[in-house]
């Protein structure tokens, strides 16, 4: 596994995703990680369970506007159990969601953001955690407030983007090579054989 994109700061702020309320980054390959083609497997988020049983929460990825917000279809989700996570008092940790695969493309921006589950209120709840004001150069923190739309945060949320590079195609094997010599050769005599005849009869 490769770590293609990610902010890892020191943390002094955190936000809690909701059912109608989603948590999120923006982000852009080739910002601080290998600017290349791959295959997108897991998001790395730090977070701890605050209160109660908040339920199976759900990370979704999109491609981004000029603004870091979602746009088009979306390409890859994920699941994760707040129940196997670390909780208040104790300190937050990593935890890696695996991902469905998609590839993504070096030089573009993305968004994952975070959707609570049904259940999550002021009795069940989780926090992501993230640096106020952020310096993460490639987003921005964001949210999607169902009935009300985007918005940005001054934070930036502590996150990896896992992958693996992409291997490029084989070269042909070597009779392979030699077929399509031989096949040039060929369509380069047969023309210059046309030539020789068209010059004769002319």
Same mark, same amino acid.
């Given at each position: 596994m490769v770590i293609f994109e990610s902010y890892t700061p020191t943390y002094n702020a955190g936000k809690v995703p909701w059912h109608n309320d989603y948590k999120g980054q923006s982000f852009t390959i080739g910002i601080t990680g290998p600017n290349e083609v791959f295959t997108l497997t897991s998001i790395t988020i730090l977070t701890r369970k605050m209160k109660g049983f908040p339920g199976i929460h759900t990370v979704k990825v999109?491609?981004?506007? /000029?603004?870091?917000?979602? =746009? %088009?279809?979306?390409?890859?989700t994920g699941t994760f159990d707040p129940e196997n996570i670390p909780v208040s008092p104790d300190p937050p940790a990593e935890i890696d969601i695996a991902m469905s695969p998609v590839i993504l493309q070096p030089n573009t921006k993305y968004v994952?953001?975070?959707?609570?589950?049904?259940?999550?209120?002021?009795?069940?709840?989780?926090?992501?955690?993230?640096?106020?004001?952020? /310096?993460?150069?490639?987003? =921005? %923190?964001?949210?999607?407030?169902?009935?009300?739309?985007?918005s940005t945060y001054t934070d930036d949320f502590y996150f990896k983007i896992n992958g693996t590079p992409v291997a490029p195609p084989p070269p042909p094997p070597p009779e392979d090579i030699m077929k399509y010599v031989l096949i040039g050769a060929?369509?380069?005599?047969a023309i210059i054989g046309a030539y020789i005849i068209y010059k004769k009869r002319s």
């Open positions: 999109y491609a981004a506007d /000029e603004n870091g917000y979602a =746009t %088009g279809s979306e390409l890859s994952y953001y975070i959707i609570g589950a049904d259940n999550v209120d002021s009795s069940n709840y989780i926090g992501v955690y993230s640096r106020d004001p952020g /310096e993460y150069a490639g987003g =921005t %923190g964001v949210a999607y407030k169902i009935g009300v739309g985007w060929g369509v380069l005599v």
